[in-house]
């Protein structure tokens, strides 16, 4: 009896993988020109459109928080898009393109786990927005208007006009302030300092006027005035003035404009006469009215 022949079905077609040496020897030099063309492209059109929408959040203050808002979401879709041009261009293999892939992955999952972790920071900043572009945040120790928000960092700018790099990691595990969550209105605290024995009456006054007569002032908002004792360094009186500003690029000319309307209402009225000449002899009401003594008898002289 003959042995019946076994007839297995033909493997199944295979597209070979590409090796390196292949892969470099099939881009010619037309394909990396135009590579380089498309990144040029991208980089200057994300430049070009990043200051034209700059420029219409500086026309329309109103809408200057939605045009910055647009900012980073243009640039991550344009760079996105460009990535995707570039595969089209240089069109690897389904193999080829999972080979670098995983190579690409493990590489990142060895070496670049800070840069993964920037990376989806950004993304998360992107789509829970915490803050966005100019709004006024605190981010550690560091507070400032942000006026950059990538993919690996964030940049804002203190008050003193210094420029602070975060790295967008420190979103997922750190905590933000945000001062203003995309309007340009946002309240200013002011911390004044009087003599422990100050009338508590006659500073809530000062203090309302300081915030009432100051120019940067939302006069559609509140404004409250707090006293509270301390005793860091010895007894005083610590006046907090809380009021909105207009926009919150004038949070330091507010709290100087307070300050200086506050204090010299102080001088003016002797309330610091205690602290500044006559420490620990009388309460600052006795000294003015010492003073104001001193002055009707040398007038009458």
């Known amino acids: 009896m003959p042995t019946p022949h076994l007839v297995f079905p033909p493997p199944a077609y ?31 059109l994300v430049r ?26 243009l640039r991550f879709v344009l760079w996105l ?18 080979a670098v892939l995983a190579s690409v992955g493990i590489a990142l999952g060895l070496g670049a786990q800070d840069l993964v972790k920037n990376l989806i920071g950004g993304l998360v900043i992107l789509v829970d927005r915490p803050y966005q572009l100019g709004d006024r ?19 804002l700018t203190t008050p003193d006009d210094t420029r602070v790099t ?13 001062a203003n969550s995309g309007v340009p209105t946002c ?21 309302y ?4 007569s100051s120019p940067y002032i939302l006069l559609s908002k509140p404004v409250v005035v707090l006293l509270q004792d301390g005793f860091e360094y010895g007894p005083f009186l610590r006046l907090r003035v809380k009021a909105y500003v207009y926009d919150h690029r004038f949070e330091p000319r507010f709290q100087s404009d307070i300050t200086l309307r506050a204090k010299a209402e102080f001088l003016k009225r002797g309330m610091l006469l205690r602290w500044s000449r006559y420490e620990g002899a009388f309460p600052s009401r006795a000294l003015r009215n010492q003073e104001e003594d001193q002055g009707i008898s040398a007038d009458s002289t």
């Open 48 to 73: 070009m459109s990043t200051a034209a929408l700059y420029a219409l959040a500086e026309r329309a203050p109103r809408a200057r928080f939605f045009f910055m808002m647009l900012a980073p979401i």
């Open 209 to 212: 006027e300081a915030a009432y």
């Open 187 to 207: 309240q200013v605290v002011t911390d004044l300092y009087l003599p422990h024995d100050t009338d508590p009456i006659e500073a809530l006054e000062i203090g």
């Open 14 to 44: 295979q597209v070979p993988s590409e090796t390196p040496i292949e892969i470099i020897t099939r881009v010619s030099p037309t394909t990396i020109v135009y590579v380089l063309l498309v990144l040029a492209a991208t980089y200057a």
């Open 166 to 178: 975060i790295p967008n990691s420190e979103i997922l595990s750190g905590k933000a302030w945000n």
């Open 137 to 155: 945040v605190k981010i550690g120790d560091a507070y400032g208007e942000i006026d950059h928000i990538g993919l690996r960092s964030t940049k």
């Open 81 to 98: 898009g460009s990535g995707v041009l570039v595969l089209a261009i240089l069109a690897p293999s389904r193999d080829t393109l999972f």
